[in-house]
């Protein structure tokens, strides 16, 4: 079945600076890949998500990019917020189903 | 309007104890789903509905078992809780299964088994 890896496990950056964080997926028939942040006792939400067709997608200080061939896909927030702070899972499409990633939590210091 | 609701969001109960946790979408939505997120923040698969019909069944205890009286509602009831089931259980709907299909979860429901 499908596998999905996430690294950095945590990620603390300072107020005003770029953090990345990237996923691999194992089954290449995978066409789609969302991300959700879930702040600290809430629900997981969508921030962006990108189809197999493109390679990057951008919404205002979120860009997701997707290297099909290698089978890996990014998130890039660049100016971050100490709203920012939050767990972030990154998920690919398997069959039917979803399968997420392990998560980052980011902590961004102000 | 809450678009996928679940209750109760807290959850306190006995070893062997037996409780359902319920969950409802307005969103008109045809598939749903129960997430388990552990303590680590795992989120894993347990079920998926579509049209009230069973499409994913992860392997988990047969202690759990989904029901989904109308595509709106997929209800989760747990047999003889174990202390290892307390973790924190999201239902979520999509407009289909499958890529593409934007997933939306419910608030959860904290669950502790002592």
């Known amino acids: 079945g499908e596998n999905v890896e996430q690294h950095p496990s945590t990620l603390s950056v300072q107020e005003g600076d770029s953090a990345v964080i990237k996923c691999t997926y194992s089954?290449?028939?995978?066409?789609?890949f969302p991300w959700y942040k879930q702040e600290l006792g809430k629900r997981p939400q969508l921030i962006i998500d990108i189809r197999s067709n493109v390679g990057e997608k951008k919404d205002q200080r979120i860009a997701v990019t997707l290297n099909k061939t290698a089978k890996h896909f990014s998130l890039h927030i660049t100016e971050t917020q100490p709203e920012d702070s939050a767990v972030y899972f990154c998920?690919?499409?398997?069959?039917?189903?979803?399968?997420f990633g392990p998560g980052t939590r980011l902590s961004v210091l102000p | 309007d809450t678009a996928v609701s679940q209750t109760p969001k807290y959850l306190v109960t006995q070893m062997g104890n037996d409780k359902s946790i319920k969950c409802e979408q307005n969103?008109?939505?045809?598939?749903m789903y129960w997430y388990k997120q552990d303590s680590k923040k795992f989120l894993k698969i347990m079920f998926s509905y579509n049209n009230k019909e069973l499409i994913i069944n992860e392997t988990v205890p047969n202690r759990f078992s989904p029901k989904s009286p109308d595509k709106a509602h997929l209800n989760l009831h747990i047999n003889s809780l174990e202390l290892g089931d307390s973790a924190v259980y999201f239902c979520a709907s999509s407009q289909m299964s499958g890529a593409g299909n934007t997933i939306y979860f419910g608030e959860g429901s904290w669950l502790t088994v002592v």
């Open positions: 998920a690919a499409t398997y069959g039917q189903n979803f399968v």
């Open positions: 089954d290449s028939a995978s066409n789609y």
């Open positions: 969103l008109g939505h045809d598939t």
